[in-house]
T-cell receptor, first 116, second 113 residues
Framework: KAGVTQTPRYLIKTRGQQVTLSCSPI?????VSWYQQTPGQGLQFLFE???????NKGNFPGRFSGRQFSNSRSEMNVSTLELGDSALYLC???????????????FGEGSRLTVL | AQSVTQPDIHITVSEGASLELRCNYS??????LFWYVQSPGQGLQLLLK??????LVQGIKGFEAEFKRSQSSFNLRKPSVHWSDAAEYFC???????????FGSGTRLSIRP
């Protein structure tokens, strides 16, 4: 079974630009969540999508947005990039079956964004 | 408020020595508890999880963790570490959906040859 796939793995942008990151979850997983990882702030929750609906959003500005498609693939977008947006962006999928497996996250390898 | 504390930022142990990584949590209800490992340049991989039942949980790669409700702790242990265990380890507490999973700040493990 293929794991969570994130593209691109690495990218460099300049301040003011926008970026779109993609995440393909494990087949059968309907929940996709996004995290920002930085050395100073650790892992911070961005948002979670389930069946094309945003269920929850973390404490990030409106420049950060996302969406989920009918095949459960998800994209996140960051507009008007700032230097502080440089981070590893991790996508995770989960079953959301409501049973004991609920909450177990399967992570992709991440997209490393550098903003110059 | 829900929180997870990993008091050790960086730990160095000798290869073959035993390991214990500390994790304390604050959570209003019975928590779901997780340990994840992140190798350099990689995403996070689940080592083990606790939902209910036996408080000593076995995971992959020879790791185990013990849930102690009275101490609000979920420490990770391994009897003998290998050089390949060098990584960052995250404790997490959560509920029924991914958005409610809170991660600790992580403990970086280095292995001394």
């Amino acid at each position: 079974k293929a794991g969570v796939t994130q593209t691109p793995r690495y990218l460099i942008k300049t301040r003011g630009q926008q970026v779109t990151l993609s995440c393909s979850p494990i087949s059968g997983h309907r929940s996709v969540s996004w995290y920002q990882q930085t050395p100073g702030q650790g892992l911070q929750f961005l948002f979670e999508y389930f069946s094309e609906t945003q269920r929850n959003k973390g404490n990030f500005p409106g420049r950060f947005s996302g969406r989920q498609f009918s095949n459960s693939r998800s994209e996140m977008n960051v507009s008007t990039l700032e230097l502080g947006d440089s981070a590893l962006y991790l996508c995770a999928s989960s079953l959301e079956a409501g049973g004991p497996d609920t909450g177990e996250l399967f992570f992709g390898e991440g997209s490393r964004l550098t903003v110059l | 408020a829900q929180s997870v504390t990993q008091p050790d930022i960086h730990i160095t142990v000798s290869e073959g020595a035993s390991l214990e990584l500390r994790c304390n949590y604050s959570y209003g209800a019975t928590p779901y508890l997780f340990w994840y490992v992140q190798s350099p340049g990689q995403g996070l991989q689940l080592l083990l999880k606790y939902f209910s039942g036996d408080t000593l949980v076995q995971g992959i790669k020879g790791f185990e963790a013990e849930f102690k409700r009275s101490q609000s702790s979920f420490n990770l242990r391994k009897p003998s570490v290998h050089w390949s265990d060098a990584a960052e380890y995250f404790c997490a507490v959560g509920a029924s959906s991914a958005s409610k999973i809170i991660f600790g700040s992580g403990t970086r493990l280095s292995i001394r040859p």
